[in-house]
């Protein structure tokens, strides 16, 4: 199932099944999904590797799970690079798959985040609120 029209119809079968339809009461997701280049016939043990985040919506999580999957799957794709190897982007996982909380997207909607630590070398001198940018 890689062509766009039956990935809508995947979602529109969701929708239905949840009592929704024509996007009525469907909320988005953002989704983060990870992909490995294969270089086709060749071995290696280094790959370069993709991260893509994108949107979807559904009328539930248990939908934006199975339509984030789907999306993720169409995503994947095959060419000849620059030195003649066929390549080929794999899905390797769907990372996340969150609903975003702003009531429309537009400029600035935040779809993905993630907290994490790490030391800011930069702030054990001056002031904690001053912006690295």
Do not use: C
Request: zero cysteines; charged letters at 30%.
């Amino acid at each position: 199932m890689n062509e766009p029209s039956q990935r809508v119809a995947v979602q529109e079968e969701s929708n239905l099944q949840s009592g929704t339809g024509g996007g009525i009461g469907t909320k988005w997701y953002g989704v983060s999904a990870v992909y490995k280049a294969i270089h086709v016939g060749a071995r290696r043990r280094r790959h370069l590797w993709e991260r893509i985040i994108f949107v979807i919506q559904a009328a539930s999580e248990p939908a934006a799970d199975e339509i984030a999957l789907q999306v993720a799957r169409d995503k994947e794709r095959e060419y000849v690079g620059g030195g003649g190897d066929v390549i080929s982007w794999v899905l390797q996982e769907v990372e996340k798959v969150e609903e975003i909380l702003d009531a429309e997207i537009r400029e600035g909607t935040e779809v993905l985040w993630e907290f994490f630590e790490r030391v800011d070398k930069r702030t054990q001198s001056g002031d904690e609120r001053t912006s690295a940018v």
